[in-house]
């Protein structure tokens, strides 16, 4: 009886053993193709997949499963298929290679699509031509970690997002490089996530685009020349700390769009020559610290319909307006800046000015109300009309004013 019960436990540790091992494809192996190991592997498998290129159309993934790259494999959609579908949690996608998915008008096709999973893990691949790269739907506790994706396209429609995100929470977006793409990254609906260490840039029209997406983190990002840098609309509780906006440049272009939004928290990002670095509008109870304002056409444009903002220790240098605004009563707090523009003076040497600083010209108004009056800037007249507008304040908001500016930089690092 004991050697039966011994016996039965080696058969089934053999099993488990033999169970554990990774399923290998290669062309010219036993396992030619993915779809095969996908069909053989049990629950938690890992699939090796050797180098080559697979054009085997979409592959469903429904079970636990890994999927490993050895030598970066291409998968191929031929223009034609999304290439992997997953509709399972415990997934991990690793060390591959995506090219040419296939386009439409009415579905989003994509390299990667994730539906109703939680702990998938895609990370360390390579995404070229795909018209969307990485798109997750009610999902949860994923990370989209080190990837690069490269699009080509020149026109919206053409293409769709990089990594694309809706009605997701507690998703890490981490370490990934976005070009070529309409939105480098999309967000909605999307809660309680972190997106950090990522580069987006030569997106056709956001870097990074969120909307409805409540206490999420964006840490340490760059958004280089993106038809416009950062939309954030109809949100709260968004922190956006440590990132580089710059040369987001165009008609319609921002470092960092803000709509609709409260209760949030912009510190140490750095703006640099950007068509107008931030725009706000209906937005409420933002505090702006520490945040690097150099060489844009506009640092700030506070639209009236904002409120209960907090600018303090910012550096604002080498700008062509530093705040604009189109109503002369702004409900926003603006101190203890520093301004390269300020004349003042401070006797009492306490590193304030004892003068206080009026960051709204009136040129900006006239300019906020007739956009061709640009045309004049650098000229005598609208030297005149800021100098008169210094001594007599009449049109400029009397309440927008930096009572204690800073006399020198703040050292940002």
């Known amino acids: 009886m004991i050697r039966t019960i011994l016996l039965l436990a080696v058969i089934l540790f053999s099993c488990c053993f033999a169970s554990a091992q990774p399923l290998v494809v290669d062309p010219n192996g036993k396992i030619k193709t993915i779809r095969e190991a996908i069909d053989m592997a049990g629950r938690g498998d890992t699939v090796i997949i050797k180098s080559g290129t697979y054009r085997e159309g979409n592959l469903l993934i429904e079970k636990p499963l890994t999927l490993i790259g050895d030598g970066l494999p291409v998968l191929d959609g031929e223009r034609k298929h999304e290439i992997i579908t997953v509709r399972s949690g415990n997934v991990t996608i690793s060390r591959l290679k995506f090219v ?228 002369k009563l702004v409900l926003n707090t603006v101190d203890g800046n520093y301004w390269d523009r300020y004349e003042g003076y401070d006797l009492d040497s306490d590193g304030n000015g004892d003068v206080p600083y009026r960051p709204v010209s009136m040129y900006s108004m006239v300019v906020e109300r007739m956009p061709a009056a640009v045309l004049l800037w650098r000229s005598f007249l609208v030297f005149l009309i800021d100098r008169a507008e210094k001594a007599i304040p009449a049109i400029t908001p009397e309440n927008l004013i930096d009572n204690q500016p800073s006399m020198k930089p703040y050292d940002l690092d």
């Not at 609906?189 to 409540?214: D, Q, W």
């Not at 987001?248 to 939004?261: E, Q, R």
């Open 100 to 327: 040419d998915t296939g386009t439409a008008s009415m579905r989003d096709i994509a390299a990667i699509k994730v539906y109703d999973a939680t702990n998938v893990r895609i990370s360390k691949n390579v995404f070229v031509n795909s018209f969307f790269g990485i798109h997750l739907s009610n999902s949860s506790h994923a990370w989209i970690e080190d990837n690069t994706l490269a699009g080509k396209a020149t026109a919206e429609h053409e293409i769709g997002n990089g990594i694309h995100l809706w009605k997701c929470h507690h998703i890490t977006v981490d370490g990934n490089t976005i070009e070529g793409h309409r939105d480098g990254i999309y967000f909605e609906f999307v809660t309680n996530s972190l997106i950090v260490n990522n580069h987006s840039e030569g997106n056709i029209r956001y870097g990074l685009h969120f909307m409805f997406s409540h206490d999420d983190e964006y840490r340490n990002n760059a958004f280089v020349n993106n038809g416009a840098g950062v939309s954030v609309m109809y949100t709260k509780g968004v922190r956006m700390i440590d990132n580089t906006f710059s040369r987001n440049w165009g008609a319609s272009s921002y470092g960092l769009l803000l709509k609709d939004i409260r209760d949030s928290f912009v510190t140490g990002n750095k703006f640099i020559e950007n068509s107008t670095a931030i725009f706000m509008e209906g937005s409420s109870r933002i505090r702006f610290e520490r945040n690097a304002f150099h060489r844009n056409g506009y640092a700030v444009r506070l639209q009236a319909s904002c409120d209960d903002n907090v600018f303090s220790e910012n550096n604002f240098s080498g700008n062509t307006f530093d705040i604009a605004t189109n109503g």
